[in-house]
């Protein structure tokens, strides 16, 4: 019995030896295990494909046109035209969208503050038309009864959209999930009019007749590679693939106020380096 306590003692002792020499064992990991943080610091550029909607408001398009257009006209003075209710109204459109962005970081251990410019190329287009018609309860100033159509109508499109923003991300691993706002500005095509149709005779029959004497008058206002300013806001990560290389996915809202109210929502994924 006192041989087979001996023998266990001692395979124990050469067994704790061995393990000793084992840096795993004796707490230390070689750098080959060791999880190294990534370095966002620097410079990079990338490309970008996304989907987005438009919202956009025309409710306030061409508001004033038809009160510009019938100054001092017998219709607009008897029938208040320019105060009718012309409603046009909203529209969502819906595309895809591809660009890129350039920017750069600066870290302090896992935070991480930038700035980066953004810029998508797509086709936004929507428009919107309404369209009123009356016919005068009475004789107008000049002896005639009246009947009136009025027509609005108003197009915008997005072609251009870049971002000037600001962002702020803490590094977990090889995530860097960020935050970001900034200015946003958009290339657009927006046309603006107003068409006033105007029939007239000694009676109500007469005015809404197939033969009566009618005029139209119209206002158009284009306005081609427009300038459109706003701000933006986001969240998005980056993430470390191999070497400089890295992924991205991101949501942007920017709004642009004007003739056209315009609310954008946008998701893109790109791929990027850093130098």
Known sequence: MRKLILAAALFGIAQGAHAADLPILRGSLP???SNQGVNWQGYYIGAQAGYGSAD????????GQISRLLENTVIENGMGVSQWPIGIGKESVRHEAFGGFIGYNSQWDDVVIGVEGSYLHGRFFGSQSASVGRVSSAALSDG????VDATSLASQEITDMATLRARAGYAVGNFLPYMFG???LGNANIVRSVTVTDSWGPTQAAAV???ALTATLS???TQHNHLLVGYSAGIGVDIALIGGLFARAEWEYARFTGSVDTSMNTVRAG???KF
């Open 209 to 211: 007749a197939p033969g």
């Open 271 to 273: 791929l990027g380096y």
């Open 31 to 33: 750098d080959s295990y």
């Open 144 to 147: 005639n009864f009246h009947a």
């Open 56 to 63: 956009m408001d025309f409710s306030r398009a061409n508001s």
């Open 182 to 184: 900034g200015v946003a």
């Open 219 to 221: 206002a158009d206002i």
